[in-house]
């Protein structure tokens, strides 16, 4: 019961990764499910670096441009972490924990990734 509603938690938050979801599917213990949202954390965290790529070339030579994206990236990462630490607090120490943090990784580098792309199409100006 358990499982299945974790399962059914994550077919939410991941929506934007079926190889998540599958592998939650696959996988029913806790070691597996935490594998698989670290696994999601790791595609998100690379989906993330190859989209900054492209937003810093785009402001190369625009100096203030360029420090105030990078020093709005560093703070972003600092909120990203800090609030999926609070987000898994109540687990801390559990061997839910992980999966609780790198779902929420995940989850906010997606939507960070997004709001990237966005920027160059002149959407988040």
Known sequence: MIIALLIAAADVQSADDPLEIACLKENESQQGMNQCAGDAYERADKALNA???????????????EKLMLDSQRAWLKYRDAHCELA??????????????????????????RELAQMLEGEGN
């Open 51 to 65: 989209e900054w790529v492209k937003v810093v070339a785009n402001y190369k030579g625009e100096a203030p441009a």
């Open 88 to 113: 898994a607090y109540e687990n801390l120490g559990g061997s839910i924990w992980p999966l609780i943090n790198s779902g929420c990784l995940a989850e906010l580098t997606r939507e960070r990734t």
